[in-house]
């Protein structure tokens, strides 16, 4: 990216609404607004101090085209750490792209996708993991989610891998000055000393590992699939979980042929839930397809709901669900406790996690609340502490996790010091690849090219 170019875009959503935003960052940013906006002040925009308004008009040639409020903020005190500018105009569709033109044509150039968080990342406004909480704080779907989104945002998951990183870096640099010195009497380190820093390090990134998938869980949502052979009650599950009526509910078995999806919040956790034809053995072609369908949803799910109807005797379709939910994250759900007939309870032993509800009288959400967020492990997720927030950030933090344990091997198998220091400097690269000191131009782009134009 040419950091030189002045950019612009519209950050509200091209929709019609009460204001449209349109922001323009870099060297020129102030010059090229001055050409297009006329305070109503008579004042010029050039000599606008940071952080100050104007109301006035933009205009284009003698026409003015809106009334609007300007923002300045001069670099590096702005959002790029670049002079910025943000135009506050009427929110129409038309009227928002015809200011942006307007500063196009006055000398400013289109913003590429997230250019502007790039711009503040590459000036040290934020780093990578606070960036990537921009993203997630945009695309938060609930409270959890956004809160921990803020949390990585005020830089929570950031320091404590500075910290980590820190003290390899400490170790390593005594170890060197050690090696590289021996005649200036610096202590020797002893080994017991960085194996106690070197486990507190690896005990801190484990910790962030093992609450991965829950944070996930709550922040992003689960992809669930409800299963169970025919008329066991799915849909009427779905129909309680989502709030209203969506799925076809009828006495006729097999009703629910077509994957029926919504998301829904249970307790902490955000659902992104799927109802499935009933899984059972049928000669009908049609059918057939709709029970591969299910099956191949419940292996690629990450939490499966298995229903079961407890009005009639388990049997021998009942056991083909088990059978498919067995190395599955599982929550067994015994419906119709309403009517519950001869069903042989012990069956459901096998299942870690079994809640008795009654799906058509609305009775035992709570109770199925309560054991998927056990089942998930999300009711001990706190979203103020640091979490991990994506993929990239896990398999840093795993590499290095790695790294660590590579080194302490070393120190107890009595390796030459140089040996645990390449370790040690390899798990540091991991740790500021994961903030973004040391991340690629690659991985860099990467991220940036998943925001939205006018981030
Ligand atoms: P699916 O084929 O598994 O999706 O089952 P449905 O949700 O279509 O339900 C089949 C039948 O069972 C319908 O008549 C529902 O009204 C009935 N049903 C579902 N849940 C309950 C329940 O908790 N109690 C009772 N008594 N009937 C239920």
């Not at 009227?95 to 250019?115: D, F, K, N």
């Not at 929570?156 to 010195?181: E, G, N, P």
């Not at 990239?392 to 010091?417: F, P, S």
Request: glycine share 8%; proline share 2%.
């Amino acid at each position: 990216m040419e950091q030189g170019k002045t950019i612009a875009a519209v950050s509200t959503p091209l929709a019609s609404g009460g204001i449209g935003v349109i922001r323009v960052s870099g060297e020129k940013a102030i010059e090229a607004v001055s050409k297009i906006f006329v305070p109503s002040s008579g004042k010029s925009v050039c000599d606008m101090k940071g952080y100050t308004a104007a109301h006035g008009y933009v205009t284009e040639g003698e026409r003015k085209i809106d009334e609007a409020v300007l923002l300045v903020f001069r670099a590096p005190h702005s959002y790029t750490g670049e002079d910025v500018a943000e135009i506050s105009c009427h929110g129409g569709v038309y009227v928002v792209g015809r200011v942006l033109r307007a500063i196009l044509a006055a000398g400013a150039e289109p913003a590429a996708p997230g250019e502007f968080t790039k711009r503040a990342f590459l000036n040290g406004k934020l780093d990578l993991t606070e960036a990537e909480a921009v993203m997630s704080l945009i695309s938060a779907q609930g409270e959890q989610g956004a809160n921990a989104a803020m949390t990585a945002l005020e830089g929570a998951l950031s320091k404590k891998i500075r910290a980590a990183a820190q003290t390899l870096i400490t170790d390593s640099a005594y170890l060197a000055a050690w090696v590289d010195y021996p005649d200036d009497e610096i202590e020797e380190i002893s080994d017991e000393k960085l194996l106690t820093d070197y486990n507190c390090v690896l005990n801190e990134l484990q910790a962030l590992l093992n609450s991965y998938d829950a944070g996930r869980a709550v922040t992003q949502g689960v992809d669930t699939v409800i299963a169970g052979k025919p008329n066991v009650g799915k849909s009427t599950l779905m129909n309680l979980l989502s709030g209203f009526d969506r799925s076809i509910v009828t006495d006729i078995a097999g009703t629910t042929r077509d994957v029926v999806e919504d998301t829904v919040r249970l307790g902490n956790v955000v659902l992104h839930l799927a109802d499935t034809a009933g899984i059972h053995s049928t000669g009908n072609e049609v059918e057939k397809i709709g029970v591969d369908f299910a099956v191949g949803r419940v292996e690629r799910a990450m939490l499966v709901l298995a229903v079961f109807d407890l009005s009639r005797p388990f049997d021998s379709e009942d056991e083909k669900i088990i059978q498919l939910c067995k190395d599955k994250l599982c929550v067994a759900v015994a419906n119709k406790d309403d009517m519950a007939a001869d069903f042989d309870r012990s069956r459901l032993d096998c299942f870690e996690n079994v809640v008795y509800i009654s799906a058509k009288q609305g009775k035992g959400a709570d109770e199925l609340a309560a054991a998927v967020e056990k089942a998930l492990g999300t009711n001990n997720v706190d979203t103020s502490a640091a979490l991990l927030a994506n993929e990239r950030q896990r398999l840093c933090c795993e590499r290095a996790v790695a790294c660590i344990k590579e080194a302490i091997d070393a120190l107890r198998a009595g390796y030459t010091l140089d040996a645990v220091t390449v370790s040690t400097d390899a798990a540091v690269d991991e740790l500021l690849a994961l903030t973004g000191e040391k991340a690629g131009d690659a991985v860099v782009s990467e991220i940036f090219s998943r925001f939205c134009v006018g981030k």
